[in-house]
């Protein structure tokens, strides 16, 4: 534990913190690919409709603007 916080310039106490808070929470760091994976979906239909939105936009800009 020294050798790494003074490798990092960092206490001792802080990298005990770190590794204590990971051990608690670790399985919710394994767990999280399904909500990932749900996460990328949503962004992937949101990017979609952004982008299906912009084509509707720009069409609307070129026929109004004759």
Known sequence: MQELASKYELQSTQISKWK???IENASASFDSKQ???TESIEKDMLFSKIGQLQVEIDFLKHVLGK
Request: proline fraction near 0%; hydrophobic fraction near 15%; charge should be positive.
């Open 35 to 37: 909500k990932k994976d």
């Open 20 to 22: 204590k808070e990971f």
